[in-house]
């Protein structure tokens, strides 16, 4: 009989009885791979990319938890959603699980319903995660943050530092002359070119609560929550030094120092009731402007 789902379930059992009840249990919804050990396991997870795991914890060779620290481990598996199944009934048991990463946990003895339901729910999780994908929060090239992401991030933090009456500073950065470059390197030459600009970016914009993103053609922003005038600047001119003096590879592979400069924004709020973000992204492309006009390559904050 054929699954009535696209999704796949990798259940992890080393006793028979277990991985064929559990697979009479899923197999009419979704396709099931089985594994009878730890390290089983750990290669099928690998080969099959479930999109969810079931695994038992009490087994011989590896325990549950193991296979689940491995798994976290692993670039290739450690975003697969994994629901412990245990007979024991300890907390200490379901506690350790979900610290290690585990999404949810099953109790045995089955029960035929609650295992469907647990399961349906973290399908439905992954749904909602794909759409989110699918709707594109991230600029294909770069990586980095897109528009419509910088958007949300920008009125939440907004609303945050309204709350917590907290900081908030943002650069506006523009590549100096990029058609230029364009035209004469060619565009591949120039995606090369923004790829390694983002690059830089993202190295700088450290902390969890950065946020690059590029807003446009050549043009970038940094959302720095909780960051003050003072190191706004500061970070502004080290983008704007390791912007004029990256390496960016050519397409042949040889390395050449771009001559290439950028112009930035800076600005910096502390917002309160009925402040506008859109103003405070006006004011900081008014910098990027003036920037431009005092002949680029340089950084202009509203502080001068
Ligand atoms: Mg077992």
């Known amino acids: 009989m054929e699954p009535t789902s696209n999704y796949s379930v990798l259940i992890v059992d080393d006793e028979r ?174 995606d090369i070119l923004l790829k390694r600009a983002a690059r830089v970016l993202s190295e700088i914009a450290s902390s969890s609560s950065d946020l690059a993103a590029r807003l446009g053609g050549e043009e970038f922003g940094l959302l720095m929550p909780g960051v003050n005038a003072t190191n706004a600047l500061a970070i502004a001119e080290k983008i704007r030094l390791d912007i004029g003096t990256m390496r960016v590879p050519t397409i042949d592979g040889s390395k050449v120092i771009t001559s290439i400069t950028i112009s930035i924004g800076v600005n910096t709020i502390t917002p309160v009731k009925n402040d506008s973000p859109k103003d405070f992204i006006s004011k900081t492309y008014e910098c990027l402007i003036a920037a431009k006009a005092a002949g680029r390559n340089r950084v202009v904050s509203d502080l001068k």
Request: hydrophobic share 40%.
């Open 17 to 190: 009885a277990n991985l064929l009840l559990l697979n009479q249990i899923l197999s009419g919804e979704y396709r099931v791979f089985t594994a009878k050990s730890g390290a089983e396991a750990l290669s099928r997870a690998e080969n099959e990319s479930p999109d969810l795991i079931l695994l038992d914890i009490m087994m011989p060779d590896m325990s549950g938890f193991d296979v689940l620290k491995q798994l976290k481990e692993d670039p290739a598996t450690q975003d697969i959603p994994v629901i412990i199944v245990t007979g024991l009934t300890g907390t200490d048991d379901e506690e350790k699980g979900f610290s290690l990463g585990a999404v949810d946990y099953i109790t045995k003895p089955f029960k035929e319903a609650i295992v469907k339901a647990r399961v349906k729910t973290h399908m439905r999780i992954l749904d909602q995660i794909r759409t989110l994908e699918r709707l594109g929060f991230s600029d294909p090239l770069t990586k980095l943050a897109n528009r419509r992401n910088f958007g949300r991030r920008l009125a939440l933090e907004w609303r945050k530092a309204i709350r917590d009456r907290a900081l908030i500073s943002f650069l506006m950065m523009d590549l100096d002359k990029f058609k230029n470059y364009n035209d004469f390197y060619g565009h591949t030459q120039g």
